[in-house]
């Protein structure tokens, strides 16, 4: 793995950064610490991968800045050996953060190049989820379901009733819902077949999760 003692001593900037913006899982913040977020981005961006910022990856994605990444995996409650399903898996550094939780990890990603990239480089760092899929995030994974966590890495008009399907009873899914203007988290607990109990978590900024079929 390149890693040089410059991007580590980075990263723990990066992590004191967070902490300071509310962040308080160790776990996670250790994740963030150990995981080389510069290996996800274009060479061109990698003196830039540990500010606190978004960066485009191509085929006009993002990948989140950390806080977002820090703040959605916090807030999930992620413990060793839950099944999570990951919509949007774009750079592959959200995957990174939530398979370093051993969790087991199922990821969907829509656009296949990215698909193809972020597989290359979570093999290539020994961070691979269960299943890495192309395919449409909408659906879901019918075949595995259901899940205990479910993170929603793009934006969305409204709650996805396919996934939240998906989703265990008492599972926790978490999605910015809005326009490309003004999205708002959203962290949404299955209580029952027919019942959830939503809780909005401030405003965030995603790219609009992709709606046509392959």
């Known amino acids: 793995m390149k890693d040089s003692y410059k991007q580590k001593g980075l990263r723990k900037k990066l992590v004191l ?3 300071k913006k509310g962040i308080r899982n160790e ?6 610490n150990i995981i080389p977020r510069h290996l996800f981005l274009h060479k061109d961006f990698e003196n830039f991968a540990y500010i606190d910022k978004p960066f485009p990856i191509g085929e006009d994605q993002t990948i ?3 806080y977002t990444v820090a703040f959605q995996t916090e ?3 992620i413990k060793s050996g839950d099944k999570i399903l990951e919509i949007g898996s774009g750079s592959g550094y959200q995957t990174s953060i939530l398979v370093s939780l051993n969790a087991d990890v199922y990821s969907i990603e829509r656009i296949y190049n990215l698909f193809k990239s972020s597989k290359k480089i979570l093999s ?3 961070l691979m989820p269960k299943k890495i ?5 909408y ?6 379901a259901p899940f205990d966590k479910i993170l929603i890495a793009a934006a969305c008009n409204e709650i996805p ?3 939240l399907r998906q989703l265990k009873i008492g599972g926790k899914m978490i999605i910015p819902i809005g326009n490309q203007k003004k999205q708002i988290m959203n962290l949404i607990t299955r209580i029952s077949k027919n019942k959830i109990k939503k809780m909005e978590l401030g405003n965030f900024l995603f790219v609009p999760m992709l709606k046509d079929k392959i």
């Open 17 to 19: 950064e967070l902490f």
């Open 64 to 66: 989140s800045q950390p």
């Open 161 to 163: 009733i396919r996934l």
């Open 75 to 77: 807030k999930l409650e």
């Open 27 to 32: 776990k996670v913040l250790n994740a963030i």
């Open 133 to 137: 899929i192309w395919g449409d995030g």
């Open 124 to 126: 290539s760092i020994n």
């Open 139 to 144: 659906l879901g994974l019918v075949e595995e």
